[in-house]
Antibody
Framework: EVQLVESGGGLVQPGRSLRLSCTAS????????MSWVRQAPGKGLEWVGF??????????EYAASVKGRFTISRDDSKSIAYLQMNSLKTEDTAVFYC?????????????WGQGTLVTVSS | DIQMTQSPSSLSASVGDRVTITCRAS??????LAWYQQKPGKVPKLLIY???TLQSGVPSRFSGSGSGTDFTLTISSLQPEDVATYYC?????????FGPGTKVDIK
C-alpha cells in the first residue's frame, strides 16, 4: 500500500525557514517523481513544485510564487522527499501535501499524503 | 502561463441527477488534464487522468471527456457521498495549474 507521510510543519515567523519531509513507502521511490501541493485555509489547491526521478536527472520545477525561496530535494536511499522553505511569508500559510506523480513525464498526482500545516505568523 | 477556469463555481443537485462540470484551458493542452475530488476536511483524491481515464477504484458513474481547451467531468447519477469540491489540473508542462474548483452539494 502506497503511503506518504509529511512531517515538519508548524508555526514559524515571517522571514524564517522550515523544512518539510515526506516519507514514502509501498512503492519503489526512486522510480517516481514527487511533488508538493499546498492549500491555504479555505482556498483551492496550488501546485508548489516537483522533482523528477534519477532516471530523468532529478530535475526540479517550481511555481512562480515560490521559485527562488523553496527547494525540493530527495533522498532515494531513505525514500524521503524534502521541501526546504526559506524567506517564508504570511501568504505561505497552508496545508502542504506531498504527492506522488503518476508518471515521470505525466505530472498528475495519484497518491497524496495527509498534509502538514505550516503557519507563518509573528 | 496557461490559465484554468471551471464552471460553475458551485452547484446544487438532487440525488440521482446527472451533473456536469466544465474546465477550460486558456491554451490547448491536448489531453493532459486530471480531475480530483476533495471531500470536506479530507485529502484530494485523483479521479481521472488523461482527460478520460478513470483512476483505479473510482466508481464508473464518474467520467471525463474533452481535448484541447475544453473538458468536462460528468457524474451520471449523483450520490450523497459525491458532495465535494472538484478540481481540474493541467499537466502538459510546468506550471502545473489547478482550476479554482467546483463545489457540489445535494439539494
Amino acid at each position: 500500500e502506497v503511503q506518504l507521510v509529511e512531517s515538519g510543519g508548524g508555526l514559524v515567523q515571517p522571514g524564517r525557514s522550515l523544512r518539510l519531509s515526506c516519507t514514502a513507502s509501498g512503492f519503489t521511490f526512486g522510480d517516481y517523481a514527487m511533488s508538493w501541493v499546498r492549500q491555504a485555509p479555505g482556498k483551492g489547491l496550488e501546485w508548489v513544485g516537483f522533482i523528477r526521478g534519477k532516471a530523468y536527472g532529478g530535475t526540479t520545477e517550481y511555481a512562480a510564487s515560490v521559485k527562488g525561496r523553496f527547494t525540493i530535494s530527495r533522498d532515494d536511499s531513505k525514500s524521503i522527499a524534502y521541501l526546504q522553505m526559506n524567506s517564508l511569508k504570511t501568504e505561505d500559510t497552508a496545508v502542504f501535501y506531498c504527492t506522488r506523480v503518476g508518471s515521470q513525464l505525466l505530472e498528475y498526482f495519484d497518491y497524496w499524503g495527509q498534509g502538514t500545516l505550516v503557519t507563518v505568523s509573528s | 502561463d496557461i490559465q484554468m477556469t471551471q464552471s460553475p463555481s458551485s452547484l446544487s443537485a438532487s440525488v440521482g441527477d446527472r451533473v456536469t462540470i466544465t474546465c477550460r484551458a486558456s491554451q490547448g493542452i491536448s489531453n493532459y488534464l486530471a480531475w480530483y475530488q476533495q471531500k470536506p476536511g479530507k485529502v484530494p483524491k485523483l479521479l481521472i487522468y488523461a482527460a478520460s481515464t478513470l483512476q483505479s477504484g473510482v466508481p464508473s458513474r464518474f467520467s471525463g471527456s474533452g481535448s484541447g481547451t475544453d473538458f468536462t467531468l460528468t457524474i451520471s447519477s449523483l450520490q450523497p457521498e459525491d458532495v465535494a469540491t472538484y478540481y481540474c489540473q493541467k499537466y502538459n508542462s510546468a506550471p502545473l495549474t489547478f482550476g479554482p474548483g467546483t463545489k457540489v452539494d445535494i439539494k
